[in-house]
């Protein structure tokens, strides 16, 4: 294994994307519909990750064969698991989600599925399909919804992503996931021969399948998650850039029906992202925590006192402010965690505070000066499911601009990411107290002390990344770490035992995490320090030798 890490900015990175780098349409969906998988090869079979089955019709891995086995998996576990509510189906502004929202939709047809997809071929945020089904199944027992978003989420223009949420709304467990993607790569594996499908005007035709509105409804709710009022007493003006995804029939409404001054910076929609400022690799990314795919937004940052944006499928956020410009993931959790904890009422003492094993320890800090309990668990929105759910768990945030909360009455509001509430949340935050999130970190910080966080890639075999996923605390031998003793070495989750695919070593002012990336030849080395920018430099440099001697790999 070589050193440095693989951390090479694009040239063109924060800069608006040149044609040549646009996908190509027409062969995206022409590739969609007449490839084959070559089943011998492990990246064209279906792989359920963190959040669904991704990959692009260019590269094998997501075609009509894919969705096809996939969505009749979907049907078999329904039925296996009693679930016969109607299936909620919402798709984002990606290139292939509507190709693959039809495919979806003639095999659901096909199994006499009950589906409702929004009207007139529109769009639909991932939260905004999380509180539908919840929303349905409230005061149920027995016919309860579930639902599929088809969304890569902020990933490049020529991806598509396939997701199931089971009736608590949230991204699908691993027990969920392993059947339907071990399922659907039989079915593949078999010509797709066990696939029930009618035609496209057929299965539209179908009285099972309905057309009905899922951005009024929610929008209407938002004030029993969100303080709207504060928000408009104020007259703040927001400014609102949906980076082309699905979040802009919400934002717009939004401001219509809750006469809050919502500017839409940008209201273009083009699945080749072409308006897009290139990201930290030179690929397009809607990426709201990204610097360089935001290079837009934050030169609105003296227009507004605050701009926020949502990538395609609205689960994550960004937020920008006049006072710090755009703020990292990490920043923002702690601010929205410690406002939440001080100005909802009637949450319980007891709901817990969750975040992932990679985010940073201010969380910690903010939560245990407010006398609140943190539940930190792996990487994936998932393990916060259970939590939000039964209102357990207030706040579940991770460091890659993902999280959700409870209702103002406690109750749940969305199981996924909801990138619209974090967002309105900024506002509220500003229009309440007078200081914007930028200003309150500040204070945070004056007070809980400076955090130096970073996350890099380094290069990783195949094998290697399998032995980090695998490693145990014993093989890592070394007692200090950056000069400072070591107090843990973690391979499982403090908050709830699960393995968290990968090491973290913590000392009394710093930590580093190491985790395999699922897709490629890298493993992800997340840090922080409290002291100083040269020790989270040391911490660094230690981790990647430490982690490369217990995996076995070469300096």
């Known amino acids: 294994m070589a050193h440095p890490p693989s951390n090479a900015l694009s040239p063109m990175a924060g800069k608006p994307a040149p044609r040549s780098i646009l996908v190509d349409l027409a062969r995206l969906e022409r590739d969609y519909y007449q490839r084959k998988p070559d089943l011998s090869d492990p990246t064209q079979l279906v792989s359920f990750g963190t959040s669904g089955h991704r990959g692009s019709s260019l590269r094998g891995s997501f075609t009509e064969a894919h969705i096809a086995a996939i969505t009749q998996a979907i049907c078999e576990y329904r039925r296996a698991n009693g679930v016969d509510g109607p299936l909620h189906m ?121 057309e009905q509105d899922f951005v009024l409804p929610y929008v209407r709710d938002l004030g029993n998650v969100v303080d709207l009022e504060v928000i408009r007493e104020s007259g703040l003006e927001l400014g609102v850039d949906p980076l082309g995804g699905a979040s802009k029939p919400v934002w717009e409404a939004i401001g219509a029906l809750h006469e809050i001054s919502v500017a839409v910076v940008n209201p273009a929609i083009d699945p080749t992202f072409s308006f897009m400022t290139v990201d930290h690799d030179g690929r397009i990314r809607t990426d709201p925590s990204s610097p360089y795919a935001m290079a837009r937004v934050v030169a609105l940052e003296d227009n507004f006192r605050v701009v926020v944006a949502n990538d395609a499928d609205a689960d994550r956020h960004g937020v920008v402010t006049r006072s710090a410009g755009l703020l990292n993931p990490n920043r923002y959790l702690t601010v929205a965690i410690h406002y939440l904890l001080a100005h909802r009422p009637r949450w319980p003492a007891h709901a817990v505070v969750g975040k992932t094993v990679v985010s940073s320890s201010m969380i910690d800090r903010a939560v245990d000066k407010l006398g609140r ?58 229009a309440a107290t007078g200081k914007d999130p930028g200003e309150h970190y500040q204070a945070l910080e004056a007070e809980l002390g400076t955090s130096y966080y970073t996350r890099i890639d380094a290069p990783a075999s195949a094998e290697e990344k399998k032995r980090l996923k695998t490693l145990s605390p014993e093989a890592v031998r070394e007692e200090t770490l950056a000069g400072e003793p070591i107090t843990a070495k973690l391979t499982r989750a403090p908050g709830n035992g699960a393995p968290i695919d990968g090491l973290k070593i913590v000392t009394a002012s710093g930590w580093f995490a190491a985790r395999p990336s699922g897709t490629e030849s890298v493993y992800k080395i997340y840090a922080e320090s409290f002291r100083s920018a040269s020790h989270l430099d040391a911490l660094l440099s230690e981790a990647q030798d430490l982690v490369d001697t217990a995996i076995g790999g070469s300096k």
């Open 373 to 430: 309990r943190l539940n930190e668990v792996p990487v994936g929105f998932k393990w916060f499911v259970p939590g939000l759910f039964d209102g357990s768990c207030c706040f579940g945030g991770e460091e890659s601009a993902g999280a959700s909360f409870l209702r103002r009455d406690a109750t749940v509001w969305a199981t996924d990411k909801d990138g619209i509430i974090m967002g309105l949340l900024a506002a509220e935050i500003t």
């Open 90 to 210: 919402g798709k984002d502004t990606h290139g292939l989600s509507e190709p693959a929202q039809r495919t979806a939709l003639e095999v659901l047809a096909a199994n006499d599925v009950e589906t409702i997809i929004q009207r007139n071929g529109g769009v639909t945020p991932t939260p905004v399909i999380s509180w539908a089904i919840l929303t349905y199944n409230r005061g149920r027992k027995a016919h309860l919804a579930d639902g599929i978003v088809i969304t890569p989420s902020h990933n490049p223009p020529e991806d598509g992503g396939f997701k199931y949420d089971p009736p608590n709304g949230g991204p699908a467990d691993v027990e969920a996931t392993r059947w339907i993607q071990d399922r659907a790569n039989e079915l593949l594996q078999a010509g797709n021969t066990g696939v029930k499908r009618v035609p496209f005007a057929a299965a539209f035709r179908k009285s099972t399948t309905h």
